[in-house]
């Protein structure tokens, strides 16, 4: 008979990365309200611990760590975090992003560095971070946000496609190595009501995705809601992409 002792949510021991505003708090909160139990982790302490505050005081089980996804020893600690305090970890959200876009001529090399630093290589140290404590439980799930950018190639979003499409690239060769024991799932949210735009140096382009935002964007909910119905799946079903996008979204 089939083991399901790891189906649905409640009881789960969820890490999310980019956890204090956005896609990643509305996903604590929904995974908290269904009996998951959410280490957080982000940069701004004070969001984080405000946080887990409320999760707590709803009755959810929540643990925070300031967190910056670059460093490959925050990352390993905020994994070694869940195993302390919750006894294992069984999903990592890798949510953290940033997407400073702008035109080529603008030269920003330092936002194209964050980019590389933050969506790439924290990504992968989070995989270097959990995937040895999968490999030990013979379970675990990986859950990439990715983007639609990438999906479709537009101007002013060349770098971020490509650190996106990186991700995408990263996800799927996981998969595929992940064997039958492990889940990997990649979510590629279109425009959704987040902070994305405030990174963007470039004061047109920033309007221009504000007031696109503004008009079309999904809530982040909508987001988090994915990230649930990959969660709970029977054990030895594998949601492998999921694209989420405001209808009107060309």
Do not use: C
């Not at 990365?17 to 701004?44: D, F, N, P, Q, Y």
């Amino acid at each position: 008979m089939q083991n399901h002792e790891n189906d649905g949510v409640s009881g789960k021991v969820v890490v999310i990365t980019g956890a204090s505003s956005g896609i990643g708090e509305a996903t604590a909160l929904l995974l908290a309200s269904k009996g998951a139990m959410v280490v957080l982790g982000a940069r701004r302490a004070d969001r984080l611990e405000a946080l887990e505050g409320r999760i707590i005081a709803a009755g959810g089980q929540a643990a925070s760590r300031s967190t910056d996804v670059r460093s490959r020893d925050d990352m390993t600690a905020l994994v070694n975090l869940a195993v302390e305090r919750f006894g294992r970890i069984d999903v990592l959200v890798s949510n953290a992003g940033v997407g400073p876009i702008g035109p080529l001529d603008s030269l920003a090399v330092d936002d194209w560095d964050a980019m590389i630093d933050i969506n790439v290589r924290g990504l992968l140290y989070g995989i270097a971070a959990a995937l040895p404590i999968f490999r030990s439980q013979k379970t675990g799930h990986f859950v990439n946000i990715i983007s639609t950018s990438g999906i479709k190639i537009v101007p002013t979003q060349v770098v971020y496609a490509a650190t996106k499409n990186a991700a995408r690239t990263i996800t799927e060769g996981l998969r595929q190595e992940a064997g039958k024991d492990l889940r990997v799932t990649g979510i590629s949210p279109g425009f959704v009501r987040t902070e994305f735009s405030d990174s963007i140096s470039d004061p047109a382009v920033r309007a221009q995705i504000a007031a696109t935002a503004a008009d079309i964007a999904i809530p982040p909910g909508a987001i988090a809601r994915a990230v649930v119905f990959a969660i709970e799946q029977p054990a030895n079903v594998d949601v492998g992409d999921i694209v989420i996008r405001p209808t009107v979204q060309g």
